[in-house]
């Protein structure tokens, strides 16, 4: 637990403080399988009281959390997020959680930082889990299956729907229960060797308790050191934290390190505190980071002892009343009573377009925010329509939002004889967002071609893009090699690798492409910068600020320009030296924060600073008026 904890708190730590998760897993199918094994084989295993104990165990803390965020997030959340607050609601109480995530992953999809209830995906797949289990194996009890076979059997199917499902969709991987069952089973293993194989214990566990253990620790240290975000998980990778949670649990009680580390009193009482803590500390630290913009470590930390503290309370006035001690039926109904309610407030808080959130109560404020609604029908079809040219993305997601055919619109590349000169536009949505300012700017002896798909960067390495960007990438270079445009101008979010560049460069110089313009990244925020707006700068919208911009982008674009060699037939343009100065990075262009915006998101340009970027700068490095610097 402290170790997610610590990894959502320090998020640039880029160490694999998320496998705490995975560990749980182990433990708490190590504990639930006990006793499911040990009440059903002294025939006194009671579905109505598992369940029973289920819900005075997990309701208590959960509902408490959820109606904190609930009270919080009226004031701290914009009207979308709000909204969306109330889907994920409605989703913990009905636990399936994992599930809502799974199907918002895409590209219109909000920031996990404004969705403090992001970690209920966990719980989800644990009561999914117990959903299932205590059924299947009160079967194979009646039945009189071995019990150890068949967990072994569904573990291992599990385990071949984790690996055979990450390299084809690692976000299905993550959230399906079915490619996460197999951690709970490997501690119900456990439990099953605990108690009906001594003899393993004995021959195996004792004599080699402290190497067991060391063995143990080891794996899960390792990969917190070495795992990253980045890495496709769980995958193989997540045996080093469940077997190593494994070799810690079979190593017993007796191993010296157990009894030191485990065994100390601080790490016991957050043992004890550890469940409401899970539950509490990222709704605040996504509730600060909504309301303060990025946490320093110290504000990171002091959020942490909040939750803590939160936790401690939880468990002493309202969880440890409610799971103990007298009137357990009418608790358990009262509980499920409650989450019921609450489940329902959610899904009514979803679905009403009303619902206002935080100050946008005034008018104008109002209006303002609604313009920039985070709704893809909306905004994102104003913009695709102006200027993304949808018809050029294979974006899967995109194109079955607006009910597209699977084939690329021809006139994306297909050279017109009339035009004496052809420009290649190609990357991802960030390529996608210059068209509109090209066009209006560009001679019209220029034609614009172009193959930009939402989150693909270009690359001529196959194997290592998701299918529909393979896909993309291909056609353009085969798009490309057949129009034989006169310049080629790419552009995209991330992947700024110069080796990369400098490849891609050499190829479509092969190719006949007569240049080839790099576009370093535009201004990145770290939050949309219409949301920016509403909560920090509407009193007194600058027209330029400092405040909220990404570093990482700044320092990415600085290593371009200092690294990335020019010739003739490659060449840097770099927009933030247009838009940015010792004042700041532009808000607007021109006097209206609403209608001269820069950006409607984190940073897709609008219409008016894609016509900015092309006129100031564009257009004359295409022309060959290199302004670039």
Same mark, same amino acid.
């Given at each position: 637990m402290l170790s997610v904890v610590a990894f959502h708190a320090l998020p640039g730590s880029n160490l694999g403080g998320y496998i705490g998760v995975d560990i749980f897993f182990v433990i708490s199918g190590f504990l639930i399988s006990t006793i499911i094994f040990e009440n059903l084989e002294k025939n006194r295993f009671s579905f109505v009281e598992f369940y029973s104990r289920r819900i005075r165990r997990i309701f208590p803390a959960l509902l408490t959390v959820m109606f904190a965020c609930l009270a919080i997030g009226w004031f701290a959340l914009l009207s979308d997020e709000y909204a969306q607050l109330?889907?994920?609601?409605?989703?913990?109480a009905g636990f399936v959680s994992n599930f809502l995530l799974w199907s918002e992953n895409g590209y219109f999809d909000s920031a996990s930082g404004t969705k403090p209830l992001l970690h209920l995906w966990s719980l989800g797949v644990e009561e999914q889990f117990y959903i299932v289990w205590p059924l299947l194996m009160w079967v194979a009890w009646k039945r009189r299956f071995n019990f150890l076979f068949t967990t072994l059997g569904i573990a291992l199917a599990s385990f071949a729907v984790n690996v055979g499902t990450i390299g084809n969709d690692a976000v299905a991987a993550f959230y399906s229960p079915l490619s996460r069952f197999w951690e709970l089973l490997i501690g119900a293993t456990l439990a099953y060797i605990t108690l009906h194989r001594p003899d393993v214990g004995l021959r195996y566990g004792r004599p080699w308790a402290n190497w067991w253990s060391i063995l143990g620790f080891a794996l899960i240290g390792v990969n917190l050191l070495i795992l990253s975000p980045q890495d496709a998980f769980p995958g193989w990778w997540a045996l080093l934290p469940t077997l190593g949670a494994a070799a810690v649990?079979?190593?017993?009680?007796?191993?010296?390190?157990?009894?030191?580390?485990?065994?100390?009193?601080?790490?016991?009482? =957050?043992?004890? +505190?550890?469940?409401?803590?899970? @539950?509490?500390?990222?709704?605040l630290l996504s509730l600060a980071r909504v309301i303060h913009g990025p946490?320093?470590?110290?504000?990171?930390?002091?959020?942490?002892?909040?939750?803590?503290?939160? %936790?401690?309370?939880?468990? /002493? @006035? #309202? &969880?440890?009343?409610?799971?103990?001690?007298? =009137?357990?039926?009418? /608790?358990? +109904?009262?509980?499920?009573?409650?989450?019921? !309610?609450?489940?329902? %407030?959610?899904? *009514? +808080?979803?679905? *009403?377009?009303?619902? $206002?959130?935080?100050?946008?109560?005034?008018?104008?404020?109002? &209006? =303002? *925010?609604? *313009?920039?609604?985070?709704?893809?029908a909306n905004r994102w079809q104003l913009s695709f329509e102006r200027y993304f040219r949808h018809e050029c993305n294979f974006y899967p997601e995109i194109r079955d939002l607006y009910h597209f055919g699977t084939e690329i619109d021809k006139t994306c590349y297909t050279p017109d004889q009339t035009h004496k000169n052809i420009l290649f536009i190609w990357g991802d949505s960030h390529a996608q967002m210059l068209n509109y300012g090209l066009t209006h700017n560009l001679p019209k002896d220029w034609q614009i071609l172009q193959i930009a798909s939402s989150g693909c960067p270009a690359s001529i390495f196959p194997g290592h893009d998701s299918e529909y960007c393979q896909q993309s990438n291909e056609f353009a270079l085969e798009a490309i090699r057949d129009a034989k445009p006169n310049v080629v101008v790419i552009a995209q979010r991330g992947d700024h690798r110069i080796a990369r560049m400098q490849a891609i460069a050499a190829e479509l110089s092969d190719l006949g492409v007569g240049k080839v313009i790099f576009l370093g990244p535009v201004p990145q925020w770290n939050e949309d910068l219409p949301k920016k707006i509403v909560r920090r700068l509407w009193e007194d919208t600058p027209e330029r600020?400092?405040?909220?911009?990404? !570093? %990482?982008?700044?320092?990415?674009?600085? &290593?371009?320009?200092?690294?990335?060699?020019?010739? $003739?037939?490659?060449?840097?343009? $770099?927009?933030?030296?247009?838009?940015?100065?010792?004042?700041?990075?532009?808000?607007? #262009?021109?006097?209206?924060?609403?209608?001269?915006?820069?950006?409607?998101?984190?940073?897709?340009?609008?219409?008016?600073?894609?016509?900015?970027?092309?006129?100031?700068?564009?257009?004359?490095?295409?022309?060959?008026n290199n302004r670039t610097q």
């Amino acid at each position: 637990m402290l170790s997610v904890v610590a990894f959502h708190a320090l998020p640039g730590s880029n160490l694999g403080g998320y496998i705490g998760v995975d560990i749980f897993f182990v433990i708490s199918g190590f504990l639930i399988s006990t006793i499911i094994f040990e009440n059903l084989e002294k025939n006194r295993f009671s579905f109505v009281e598992f369940y029973s104990r289920r819900i005075r165990r997990i309701f208590p803390a959960l509902l408490t959390v959820m109606f904190a965020c609930l009270a919080i997030g009226w004031f701290a959340l914009l009207s979308d997020e709000y909204a969306q607050l109330g889907r994920h609601i409605s989703g913990g109480a009905g636990f399936v959680s994992n599930f809502l995530l799974w199907s918002e992953n895409g590209y219109f999809d909000s920031a996990s930082g404004t969705k403090p209830l992001l970690h209920l995906w966990s719980l989800g797949v644990e009561e999914q889990f117990y959903i299932v289990w205590p059924l299947l194996m009160w079967v194979a009890w009646k039945r009189r299956f071995n019990f150890l076979f068949t967990t072994l059997g569904i573990a291992l199917a599990s385990f071949a729907v984790n690996v055979g499902t990450i390299g084809n969709d690692a976000v299905a991987a993550f959230y399906s229960p079915l490619s996460r069952f197999w951690e709970l089973l490997i501690g119900a293993t456990l439990a099953y060797i605990t108690l009906h194989r001594p003899d393993v214990g004995l021959r195996y566990g004792r004599p080699w308790a402290n190497w067991w253990s060391i063995l143990g620790f080891a794996l899960i240290g390792v990969n917190l050191l070495i795992l990253s975000p980045q890495d496709a998980f769980p995958g193989w990778w997540a045996l080093l934290p469940t077997l190593g949670a494994a070799a810690v649990i079979f190593a017993s009680p007796r191993a010296w390190l157990n009894q030191k580390l485990l065994a100390h009193p601080l790490l016991v009482w =957050f043992g004890l +505190i550890s469940y409401p803590l899970y @539950l509490w500390h990222w709704p605040l630290l996504s509730l600060a980071r909504v309301i303060h913009g990025p946490l320093s470590r110290k504000l990171a930390l002091a959020v942490v002892l909040v939750a803590i503290a939160l %936790a401690w309370l939880t468990v /002493k @006035l #309202i &969880e440890k009343p409610l799971r103990f001690g007298r =009137f357990a039926r009418p /608790k358990t +109904i009262g509980l499920t009573i409650l989450m019921g !309610s609450i489940g329902v %407030a959610g899904y *009514y +808080i979803h679905g *009403y377009d009303g619902m $206002d959130g935080h100050g946008i109560r005034g008018q104008d404020k109002g &209006e =303002f *925010y609604r *313009y920039f609604a985070d709704i893809p029908a909306n905004r994102w079809q104003l913009s695709f329509e102006r200027y993304f040219r949808h018809e050029c993305n294979f974006y899967p997601e995109i194109r079955d939002l607006y009910h597209f055919g699977t084939e690329i619109d021809k006139t994306c590349y297909t050279p017109d004889q009339t035009h004496k000169n052809i420009l290649f536009i190609w990357g991802d949505s960030h390529a996608q967002m210059l068209n509109y300012g090209l066009t209006h700017n560009l001679p019209k002896d220029w034609q614009i071609l172009q193959i930009a798909s939402s989150g693909c960067p270009a690359s001529i390495f196959p194997g290592h893009d998701s299918e529909y960007c393979q896909q993309s990438n291909e056609f353009a270079l085969e798009a490309i090699r057949d129009a034989k445009p006169n310049v080629v101008v790419i552009a995209q979010r991330g992947d700024h690798r110069i080796a990369r560049m400098q490849a891609i460069a050499a190829e479509l110089s092969d190719l006949g492409v007569g240049k080839v313009i790099f576009l370093g990244p535009v201004p990145q925020w770290n939050e949309d910068l219409p949301k920016k707006i509403v909560r920090r700068l509407w009193e007194d919208t600058p027209e330029r600020t400092y405040s909220g911009i990404d !570093s %990482a982008t700044m320092a990415v674009n600085s &290593e371009l320009k200092k690294n990335l060699v020019q010739t $003739d037939g490659m060449v840097f343009v $770099d927009p933030i030296d247009l838009y940015c100065d010792q004042d700041g990075c532009l808000t607007r #262009i021109g006097p209206d924060r609403k209608l001269d915006i820069t950006s409607w998101d984190h940073g897709h340009l609008t219409p008016l600073a894609s016509d900015f970027l092309a006129k100031n700068l564009l257009v004359g490095a295409i022309l060959g008026n290199n302004r670039t610097q």
